[in-house]
């Protein structure tokens, strides 16, 4: 497998008529794959895995794996609730030819979800395996954190080679790089902290945004590598606000829609999730322009 | 359908070898259809639903049916993430004779579930749904409460009659009781403050702890529905720390092993989850001895 | 000093060109004498007293003692951050005529006030304090709170008496009554529960609203002692609204404007905070309406 | 004065025999004079403001002014929950010789904090106060946190120069100095994020660890300010570690500690606060030699 590091998008999966587009997804695949993209997180949270059955998912990873080349990553989620389907997952995501597999924290039961029962969870579907597994802590949709000493400890586990830290709590980001081994991958998985965390020890981020500006976060990560905290810096704010707009403020379908105006497909939305009012189309159209201004030189439509 | 008021229990799933084990199931149902409990919840969050696959689901919502009386509740927990899926889950309980459906609010892109969406998602459902249809509030689990303002605008839909509300808040749930339809049904979902609930309206309870004291939680209603409150506020302080034990702190693994203790058949429970250590086990049969003693004629080993 | 129970206001502190207005203070505890109140708290939340200086929290201690009768109890607020003030105050409080102490929770430090630490604070103010000492926990301002089990252990301390319970959590309200001897007298300071927390065993309400609809709160009060649960409850239901505008949703400046409106003086408030908009004014105008009409006899104005 | 930057502690207040200690006060400041620091903040949340009265603060601020040289930075905390005393506070601290205020946000009345009355609180406080003043977020001490956007506006006053972020949240930091003019001073308060709050546009840091390890402190801001990134990195985690000990972990009772095992003065902690354990003391003790260690050219005692 590639080297884990650099700018993933979390990939959406369009929909049209409520179903699963896989020719839009196709076409967005091979858009992505002229950018510096180091690879893809398929049936993340922002692919909507939540809204997907088992055989929507399958078709979704498979389509994944034919359209992105061997030298770029392709992640996927496999995270479950219990134990026997996060294995479950995992096993059939590496079938269909996943590089690696990011599991979720189980977060239903917040309040039984102590550091032994986490870990005992990771490490069983670590076991149980057939590709690294990389660890996924994103709080602010599961009520569950992963502290650094439980991320040392799963660290320390062959098949478990890295973290997806979506937290937006550098502190804990910072902290976590700093107890786990030099190889082990840390991901920052929030735009508004991609640069700090690069400085405290992070290997590449997986973004929302990367979706829809793969670019700007591409050169950001690039600048970061070289040593221009002056560019990088510069770059982080640019992005800031078109980030939060299409995730915190907007969700996905904020982010789909500047997917449609960048000339991506992006599709529609599952119900209870809806598309963006027109007031929020312009202010998202508004930011998109600011991203993209000078700074983009091969757009994509 | 019988009137919607009394105690249901929100039934343990058990398992054997970490496969559904029906038997063990039904043996249950037999047991509590001897109490004067008006009812079951099946496939809530007591019966590890989320650990479930669509198969697993089916059978036991099949073996139920056949295992409750006509005269009682058969509720089905039916709430799924996408309001599709929902729709599915809560056609396919009526199908398998469900009498009517909890749906839990879709919860994964919480800063998405504005009031809006929530009530979108409902009244789809109660739209599609054969079977009449129940809110299901549980921000410890969800991290997204239904304010008594959606609930009201949601209990002017003919097909939605009627809330779990399981968040402990007694003050949100009086102001739920006071701005519904009289015919509206509340249930309290929290042990802890039963027999306040009922006193500020609600009509009923489903309580994990119903699972193993059945006898207790009904007295409990029954003396309030004759207003004997000293009576219900004894059984109330009886009653609450047993509760605790097999819910925050213990878990399901704790709720299990007072089933078993009791000459039910509690089983095991589904990694993530753990059953409790001997130290726990004798805080839980101290306890459960204490709520029993004087107060239980039949006991059921 | 009488026994401590049923119905205290909060007292406001009215201010006029940001000055103490004692003139009026006394004003409203004159009318306020006229009705069914058990008696008082000065110095609380309600009366801004974060916002007065040593030398006014004096003098409206002393206005007080002057218009209260011996047979309503004065209880005055005397918390302070740090032990040292708290003795200080408390002490100062008990010369000043004050019947009894409420000592609220330390918690600038949030993250230190552990346990032991809050038993040693209080354990250190009651034996210092020539009255006895009323605990109060207020998490919503304070973003601590005290747990049943402290409670417990700090109801074995001679001089500790009673505690105010302002969190709205009746489950652990109700635990707290359960674990303190028969003479511990809880207070709930919460109108939205006050209902159901005398049910579960509070003595008492001290409540903001009572400043401004003290009838309404002493009926309800009477109604419950006298077994009257269906009465108790309506009028539950009556102010809910009308406690919730001046507080939660307006602050003191509401309930200062409702108390205006009522025929009292209710003055200004210091800055930060402000006086409602016109708008407001209209909804808490409506709402002090409905819980007047046909249910005070001898309105004040 | 002179240049907002750099590294400030927020200095802690000796007490012995509960008594403030002028003495150990004046001798700390004299062997910090020797340091690198930029400055002071005096009666800040470490200098246990809260407990101390308004003559002791008068002593402390008064000491503070004859010890530290007029090149250095001496910012008092005059911040107080109502406008008129946060007035006073101010005027006096300027009296005293204060260079410029630290106005924390008020938050005893956390629900009526809107944007509008905390703008309208420090307009004011800046119109009326002699000296600069800075704003102060703290979060986990206030539950009151101030937004970009609230930040943004109030650094068009003239006489708001800049503000202490103590939340530790890095985008919300990182969002302040994007939309702050370019001499608005942005200082972190939380040593976890020190470097990467750097990174992202503060100009200093006011830090509890930088009362026991100036010079870690002071190398790591120095390291940024030249560009090596690598060696801020490498005391960024240095200090982390020690850092939270005498922090979150063990508060200023761990910090004072620290201070007595360096050769300062650190005295004991007011009630409620307590001193460490044995255990937590040798807890300190190593991460103290941790981050002294070859780093620190002239120790102290």
Known sequence: ??????????VVTPFRADEVD??????????????????????????????????????????AREAIPAD???????????????VRATRRAAELGADCALVITPHYFKGQMTADRQEAHFRRVA?????????????????????????????????????????GNVGSLAETCRVVPEEFAVFVGNAGVAYPALCVGAVG??????????????????????????????????????????????????????LSMRGYKGGGVRSPLTMPTVEAAHEIAKELEEVLEGHVSETVS
């Open 1 to 10: 497998m590639r080297k884990l590091e650099g700018i993933l998008p979390p």
């Open 22 to 63: 896989l020719d839009a997804f196709r076409t967005n695949l091979g858009l992505w794959n002229r950018t510096g993209l180091a690879g893809y997180l398929v049936l993340g949270s922002n692919g909507e895995a939540v809204y997907l059955d088992d055989r929507e998912r399958d078709q979704v990873l498979a389509a």
């Open 72 to 86: 770029r990553i392709l992640m996927a989620g496999t995270g479950r609730e219990s134990t026997r389907d996060a």
């Open 127 to 167: 076991d149980d395996s057939p590709i690294p597994v990389l660890l996924y802590s994103v709080p602010q949709f599961t009520g569950v954190a992963l502290s650094p000493e439980t991320v040392a400890r799963l660290a320390e586990h062959p098949n478990i080679v890295g973290l997806k830290d979506s937290s």
């Open 205 to 258: 981020a997986i973004l929302a945004v990367a979706n829809c500006a793969p670019e700007a976060c591409v050169t950001l990560y690039e600048a970061f590598r070289r040593g221009d905290h002056q560019e990088a810096l510069a770059l982080q704010r640019r992005i800031a606000r078109l980030a939060r707009l299409v995730t915190v403020t907007h969700g996905i379908g904020g982010l789909k829609l500047a």
